[in-house]
Each structure stands twice: as C-alpha cells, then as structure tokens.
Nanobody, 122 residues
Framework: QVQLVESGGGLVQAGGSLRLSCAAS????????MGWFRQAPGKDREFVAT???????YYEDAMKGRFTISRDNAKNTVYLQMNDLKPEDTAIYYC????????????????WGQGTQVTVSS
C-alpha cells in the first residue's frame, strides 16, 4: 500500500504562484513513477505532469513552461511548482503513482491522494 497526502493548495490571484507537495509513504515509494492530475468542477480528471524516480519528466502541452514537476526521493515527496497561474487552472490537484512512463491517463495510476484545492481569482 502507498499513502499519498497533497498539500500547498489555496487561493491565489491570477499571475501568482503556488507549490504543491505530495508526501508519500508505504512500500518503496521512490521506485514509483509519480504524476499530477487536476479536476475542475464538471470536468474529467486531467493529466498535468509525471516524473520518474530518476527525474525524467513529461508534461501536458498546455502546462509546459508554467508548471514544473520535481521530486525528492530522500523525502518521498513530489512537488508541482505552478507559475503564472490563470483562473482556468482552478481545480483540485491530485498526485498518484504508476509503474510506467509516461502515463497520461488516470486509469493508468494505482494510488491516489485526497487532493488539494487550487483556486485562482481573476
């Protein structure tokens, strides 16, 4: 079993930044590929970015240049730095684990956190 806990969400004005964290615990989490997804009200869960244990990254095209995924294996933590936030980035952000790379569909992920709310005001 793997437990994931996201944090760092909140309310921010357009153009601002947030850094989300995902703390993982459980069996050999450092070997997992980690991903971030988001889900806005009334919409499907959307892929944001993914990162391997060695630091290879893959992004949804719309997030490139504004979002940066990183991980600290010693701390079992994955981060999502979000810059130049826009109102359309408002969503619940989830981290999740998978064994393959790159996986951009939610069905390909096994363990999920409870999510953290990000709200961007205009």
């Amino acid at each position: 079993q793997v437990q994931l806990v996201e944090s760092g969400g909140g309310l921010v004005q357009a153009g601002g930044s947030l850094r989300l964290s995902c703390a993982a615990s459980g069996r050999t989490v450092s070997s997992y590929v980690m991903g971030w997804f988001r889900q806005a009200p009334g919409k499907d869960r959307e892929f944001v970015a993914t990162i391997t244990w060695s630091g290879n990254t893959y992004y949804e095209d719309a997030m490139k240049g504004r979002f940066t995924i990183s991980r600290d294996n010693a701390k079992n933590t994955v981060y999502l730095q979000m810059n130049d936030l826009k109102p359309e980035d408002t969503a619940i952000y989830y981290c999740a684990t998978t064994r393959a790379y790159p996986v951009i569909t939610a069905l390909g992920y096994t363990y999920w956190g409870q999510g953290t709310q990000v709200t961007v005001s205009s």
